[in-house]
């Protein structure tokens, strides 16, 4: 079964870069078969879909973050990731990467603050 | 952006109810649905894709139907862990879209 993990500082500060890491057991990325997804939830909010990556590195980022938004993969470490620049209060959030077009697997989801 | 419209917002039932969730898709998505619960704390969980099918391991009193614009999940009968809030998404369309979610309450 596959599982997902994310990984990164929980807090940043204003204007600076949010970088997180989701980290996938269980299973290969470069088995190919599913996008690889970034969402995140306000606090007491819905869910935004942030964007998605492929094994290969093709990428689609939500039109709202994507001035800000870069999303790569390493397949050596079976792990994808997620840069947010120039952030502010508006970013804080949980943040969860999960598998697919039926989003059938999640990470546990890490809350990101942004704050001075 | 697809806007997916969930109705209602909250409800309060008693266990044993039939619960109904309706969600509407402000353009075509097909059979392109998931329906996820979310518990507070915890990541959302898939119950049913492809609009009506059980995701492996979810209770059968959790279905779902439609096409096209229109879309209804139902718990045939509510248990006590189901309290939750639920979301519809589409994806049809890039950027996938949730709808606001509807908190279920006994």
């Known amino acids: 079964q596959v599982q997902l993990q994310e990984s990164g500082p929980g807090l940043v500060k204003p204007s600076q870069t949010l970088s997180l890491t989701c980290t996938v057991s269980g299973g290969s990325i470069s088995s190919g078969g599913y996008y690889w997804s970034w969402i995140r939830q306000h606090p007491g909010k819905g869910l935004e879909w942030i964007g998605y990556i492929y094994y290969s590195g093709t990428t689609y980022y939500n039109p709202s973050l994507k001035s800000r938004l870069t999303i790569s993969v390493d397949t050596s470490k079976n792990q994808f990731s997620l840069k947010l620049t120039s952030v502010t209060a508006a970013d804080t959030a949980v943040y969860y990467c999960?598998?697919?077009?039926?989003?059938?697997?999640w990470g546990q989801g890490t809350l990101v603050t942004v704050s001075s | 952006d697809i806007q997916m419209t969930q109705s209602p917002s909250s409800l309060s039932a008693s266990v044993g109810d039939r619960v109904i969730i309706t969600c509407q898709a402000s353009?075509?998505?097909?059979?392109?649905l998931n329906w996820f619960q979310q518990k507070p704390g915890k990541a959302p969980k898939l119950l049913i894709y492809?609009?009506?099918n059980l995701e492996t391991g979810v209770p059968s009193r959790f279905s779902g139907s439609g096409y096209g614009t229109d879309f209804t999940f139902t718990i045939s009968s509510l248990h006590p862990e189901d309290i939750a809030t639920y979301y519809c998404?589409?994806?049809?369309?890039?950027?996938?879209?949730f709808g606001q979610g509807t908190k279920v309450e006994v």
């Open positions: 998404q589409q994806y049809d369309v890039l950027p996938r879209t």
């Open positions: 353009q075509d998505i097909r059979n392109y």
């Open positions: 492809d609009a009506s």
């Open positions: 999960a598998r697919g077009n039926w989003f059938d697997s």
